[in-house]
Structure formats: structure tokens, C-alpha cells
């Protein structure tokens, strides 16, 4: 009764809403209703059973920040405050582009993310139980970052462009997609110009036993970058089984630092000593990839696929610094110059094999990685001082480097209900060859490697979902920590490689829990355990006053580690986000000449909020947290509290914005400083950095799209080497 009586009014309703629209239409006046407009934002973490994935469109703050800003707030990310990015606390993992390896990621990975516009990416993918598909390298695990790339027919763009100051500069970058036919292409590219004005640098080192004495040293740098970068994938559908693809991708960087030191070391066996360096270096960069991929569908079922892939790629780097020294007093060291030429080659050979079978999804395949890598490095001094410097052959030598990495993998994949699981098993077989030419030294490596991967996901009704997993991890040492070559450009403080480093085997056990809603919120927790970990040694020599960093297979590392990612809409115009990783180490090992242990809590937290105001106003606020973080056995660095204030604002909407950001407000500069302590000198260095800074960029977004690019499922992803 109650359901007719409610019938009966609205038709009773709507009849006198026609009668009176029929009246009005007599009327020379019409009047119309307010538009309604329904908004709901797109939810910004998803998790799988092996990863976590952030959408970076879906998170306002991307349109006018730099993709390296960005990465704090993703859950398990931080940024230190040298800007590196860590996973889980650790500098040691891969980083993918679109799924693919790509060695523009590997030359200078802060530069090129503080080049890159967030808003011209899609999501970063967090990969910490990567499956047996993925190379065994990569200790805490993957990242993969997904561009921008609308996938419909016709063209769309992405253009951006800011200026900032003090320090750095212009930059730009953006990406474009294609689509006629068959025929798919998508582009990205970019440039960027940092300039950092001087700034200052100290280093006190205190020595004891025999040769006790104190080295004080202070001085001036600066420094100009430049780089570019720019990768594209073309796709060509032969027909609905057949898909041929290529990807290209370059970055290129040139680097100037010029700056001057005074020393002054007080030795109790040598006496007094004091001189002056002024100190110039450049280093140019130009790193490229080529891959080509074909995708052989199957007609009795479209979703087992054949794949072949082959990459190439080469980096080359050309070093030079020049040292002249001023004003000596009790010290001989002559002018000097450091040449150094870096040539890598790598190809890529891989097939996969995609078979589903009821509810099972099988996967396997094989890939050969063949590298070849070399040294050319060399020392001139000028002992005569008449600015002729002559070469000598008892510092300098040619290093060549000979890698190859065979592999085959199985996994499953299997979904029940509400379960999600995925198994497999990866073997490994690593050849190391590498020769001295001045004295005809060899360092030969053999080793085989099995690498198990397991991960569980279970999703609930309310849309909440638990993952966990285990699996074991690879860290290869790659040419920048084999490589023997000296770096002298401070005649004290000594850095080197050890051609005769092993590879690292670690174990990781990992659990999650991710609640979804208008409140969104992941907890991870993680152990993980490695033992001959290759860590940065610094030692003493008394006969030569020189402390030398290098790198040494030494000691047992403890990580556990907790992280909480909390995002939140407080109102339809008011969102804020929380991103906190808590780390306990334990580190233990030999270390020049003495037994070290350490157990510090190390911790990093992320505050950031935003306001849409009327009219397309947005402002945002943000706050970073750092505390001290371990630098191998020996060392730790300072922490630090840096903020960040900006404002956008949407000129024509969906297509052109503007925004402006503040950091560090009043605070002009930040010294970072390192303090390392071993068995019979204690050590600490301060680096002044710019630390405030302003930012304008400007956004514009232009074309229409319709249809779908078809991408290779499979295609090659090196992982495997660390550096």
C-alpha cells in the first residue's frame, strides 16, 4: 500500500511539473536548472600479492612537482636528504621503465628524476616479492615506473616547464602518443639545466696510535649539469595474433665543478703541513638502448603467447679532473691530472611462454645477458712544473670486464575465490672474467644461483586485502664498484673499486595488509638477512696519510623494518596523506683491521595535505622527516626537516595549469654531514647544499584519443646488476 500511495504522488508530481512547464513556455523568459557536477577522486594505492601500485594521476600534488618529489609519498619509498631514493631503506634495487630495463635509469638516477614532470607519469609500481620472471637482482626490490600513455586512437600530450632558483634551473619535459591503424607510438622526453652557485665543504679527520694528528681541510664548490632524455615505443599489429614492437630510449649528460681547498695537517711524525688545491673536473655521459620484441598469439586460445625479445645497449662515459696545488709548505705532491674512459655494451636475448590452463596461468623462459665492459684509466703529473703533464704507467692500467648471466624461470599463478597466489623457481648461472693489462692479472667468477619466489594475496568483501611472501635476492656488483680505478681529485680522501667483490645473496620475508575507503591505509612489515654483504670500508694508511674508501665483502646485515602509508579525503575538497617507514639495523662485520657492531633505528616520515579552493585553486603542503641513516659499518649520516609549500592553479580545465612551490622557506642552506668512525681515526664531513628554494611550472595538456595500442605482454627486463 505504502509503494502505491508513494507511485500515485510522484505521478501526481511530475503531472503538475508538465502542466507548469506548459504555462511557462507561454512566458517569454525561460529558466533552467543549476548544473550538477559529480566528483570522486580515483584511488591512489592498489595493492597485488607482490606489489604496491601509486597512482600518480590520481594525486593532485603531481601537477606541479618533479617525479623525485613524488616518490616520498609512495609506501615503501623515502628520499634522503642526499636525494637518494631507497626502497626499504636500501640504495640496492632495480629500477624499470614501463616494465623494461633501461640504462637511463642506471647513469644518474636523482638527476634524471628531479628532471622528469610527475604528471607525465602514470603510477610507479613498488615490487617487493618480485616473481620468477624478473632477474634475481635487485636486494630490496623492484620499482617500475609507467609513463603516461593513453592507449586510444588519434593523439594526446603532455607539455611542462618550470624555472627554479637559486639553484638548479630551466627544465622541461613531455610525452606524446600516436595512433592511426595498426600503428601505435608513444614518446617522452625531457631536458634539464642545474646550475649550483658556490657553496662550502669541511672535512676534520683526528688520527691516534703512532702517527697521531689531526687534518683539518676547507674549501669551495661549484657546479653545473646538464642533461636530456628521451625514450619512444612503436607498435605495429600484423594482425590479432602477431604484434611486432620496439622501444628506443637516450640520455646524455654533461657535468663542470670547479672548486678550491685548504689543508692543513698536524702529524705528530711528520710535523706541520699545509698547501692549497684548486681542483677542476668534467665528466660527460651519453647512454642509449635499442630492443625489438615479437608476439606470436595462438588462435585455439588468444591468451598463450610466445614472445622474442633482443636489447642492446651502450654507456660510455669520459672523466677528467685536474688538481694543482699552491703555497706547499712540508708537502711535495706535484700537479696532477685523472683521465678515465668507461665503455659498456650489453645484449639481450629472451624468450617467454605465457600457457593459461583452467585456473592455472604458466609461465617460463629463458634469457642470455652478454656484457662487456672496460676501464681506460690514467694519471699524468707534472713533476717539472712547467704545466707538461707526463703520463705514468705505475698509476694507470686498462680494465676490461666480461659478464655473462644465463637464465631460465617457471612460475604459477593461481586465483580461488578470494586468493590470489603465485610460485615459481628461477636459476641463474653468472660468468665473471676480468684482466689487468699492465701486469696481466685475471680475476675469474663462477656461480649458480636457484631463487625461489613465493607470494599470497587475499581480498576481502570490504574491498581490504592481506599479501605476504618470501623469496631470495641477487646483488651482482657492477663495473662502478669492480672498477680498480683511484679517484685522486682529493689527495687525501682516496675512492676506489674491488675487482675481486662477490656477489650478495639475500633472504626477505614480508607481510601487508592494505585497508581500502575514504580512509586508505598499508602496513608492511619486512625481515630481511644477508651475510658477506659488500659494504664501503674506509681505512687509515699512517705511512701516507690518505684515508681510502673501497668496497669489501665483509659482515652480516639485519633489517626490520615497518611502514605505514595513511591517505585520507577529510572533506570532497580537503585530502591529506601519511608515509612512514620505521627501520631497526643490525650490522656486524670486520672492518679495517677490527671487529664493528651496530644496531641503529633509523626512520622517515611524510606529512603532505592539500585544499581545492573555487575557481581551480589547489594548495599543498608538505613536511619530510629524516632521521640519521647508516653508511656501511663505519659511518652515519645527519637528519634532517625540510617542508615544501605550493600552490596551482587550472586556467582551462583538464588542459592548462600553473604552479608555484616553496621549499625550505628562511632556510637558506643545509649541511649534510657524514661521520665515520673506525679502529684508529674518527672522521667527519660537512657539505653546505642549498636548501631553499622556489619553483614555477606550467602545465599544458592537448589532443583526443579513441581507440587501443596493442603492447607485447613479455618483453626483456634486466635487473640483474646493482651499482
Known sequence: MKKLTSI????????????SAQEQSKQDSVQKLNEVEVTARKALIKQKPDRIIYNLQADPESKGSSLLNMMKKVPYLTVDAADRVLLKGNSNFKVLLNGKPS??????????????????????????????????????????????????????????????????????GGSLTLKQGKL???????AGWNDVPETGNSTVRSTTGASSGLLTQTGKLKSQNNNGYFGTEISYEIDSLNLLSGQFNFYGNHADESGRQQFMVDQSSTGLQQYGLDNS??????????????????????????????????????????????????????????????????????????????????ESGIKAILRDQSSNFQYLS????????????????????????????????????????QAGLRIEQTVVDAQFVSNASEVAQRYLRLIPALSANKNFPSGNSLNFGFTQRIKRPGINRLNPFVNRSNPNFETTGNPNLEAVLVNDIQAGYHIAGKTSITIGLDYSFLSNADLAVATFDPVTQITRTSYQNTGRI???????????????????????????????GEADGGFVEKKLLTSSVNLSS??????????????????????????????????????????????????????????????????????????????????????????????????????????????????
Not at 130 to 144: R, T, V, W
Not at 184 to 190: D, E, I, L, N, R
Open 558 to 588: 639485519d633489517g626490520l623494518s615497518a611502514f605505514i602509508n595513511v591517505s585520507r579525503s577529510i572533506t570532497r575538497k580537503w585530502n591529506a596523506s601519511l608515509n612512514v617507514n620505521l627501520i631497526y639495523f643490525y650490522i656486524a
Open 610 to 723: 592539500g585544499y581545492d579552493f573555487n575557481q581551480g585553486w589547489r594548495l599543498n603542503g608538505n613536511l619530510n622527516i629524516q632521521s640519521r641513516n647508516p653508511t656501511g659499518f663505519q659511518g652515519t649520516t645527519n637528519g634532517m626537516i625540510s617542508t615544501a609549500l605550493s600552490i596551482n592553479k587550472e586556467i582551462l580545465k583538464d588542459k592548462l595549469s600553473v604552479a608555484a612551490v616553496a621549499s625550505n622557506l628562511f632556510v637558506k642552506y643545509r649541511d649534510a654531514k657524514t661521520f665515520t668512525n673506525a679502529v684508529n681515526f674518527s672522521q667527519t664531513s660537512v657539505v653546505q647544499n642549498y636548501f631553499n628554494s622556489y619553483r614555477l611550472s606550467i602545465n599544458y595538456n592537448f589532443g583526443e584519443l579513441k581507440g587501443k595500442i596493442r603492447k607485447n605482454q613479455r618483453e626483456i627486463r634486466n635487473n640483474d646488476q646493482s651499482n
Open 382 to 421: 707534472d713533476r717539472i712544473g712547467n704545466d707538461n703533464f707526463e703520463f705514468q704507467p705505475d698509476q694507470s692500467d686498462l680494465f676490461n670486464y666480461s659478464q655473462k648471466v644465463f637464465s631460465a624461470y617457471n612460475s604459477y599463478a593461481l586465483n580461488i575465490k578470494s586468493w590470489s597466489f
Open 184 to 190: 601505435g607510438v608513444s614518446a617522452f622526453g625531457g
Open 103 to 172: 640504462v637511463i635509469l642506471e647513469s644518474n638516477l636523482s638527476d634524471l628524476l628531479k628532471t622528469m614532470p610527475a604528471n607525465t607519469i602514470q603510477s610507479i609500481e613498488v615490487i617487493t616479492i618480485p616473481p620468477s620472471k624478473y632477474d634475481a637482482e635487485g636486494l630490496a626490490g623492484i620499482i617500475n615506473i609507467i609513463t603516461l600513455k593513453k592507449t586510444e586512437n588519434g593523439y594526446n600530450g603532455n607539455l611542462n616547464m618550470y624555472q627554479q632558483f637559486p639553484a638548479a634551473g630551466p627544465s622541461g
Open 281 to 362: 673536473g668534467r665528466a660527460s655521459t651519453k647512454v642509449n638502448d635499442l630492443s625489438l620484441n615479437y608476439q606470436l598469439g595462438f588462435s585455439a586460445d588468444k591468451r598463450r603467447l610466445l614472445t622474442f625479445s633482443y636489447q642492446h645497449s651502450t654507456n660510455n662515459r669520459n672523466q677528467f679532473n685536474q688538481v694543482l696545488v699552491s703555497n706547499p709548505v712540508n708537502y711535495q705532491l706535484p700537479d696532477y691530472q685523472q683521465r678515465n674512459k668507461v665503455r659498456f655494451s650489453e645484449q639481450t636475448m629472451q624468450i617467454d611462454y605465457v600457457y593459461p590452463t583452467g585456473k592455472f596461468n604458466i
Open 8 to 19: 500515485i504522488v510522484l505521478c501526481l508530481y511530475f503531472n503538475c511539473l508538465s502542466l
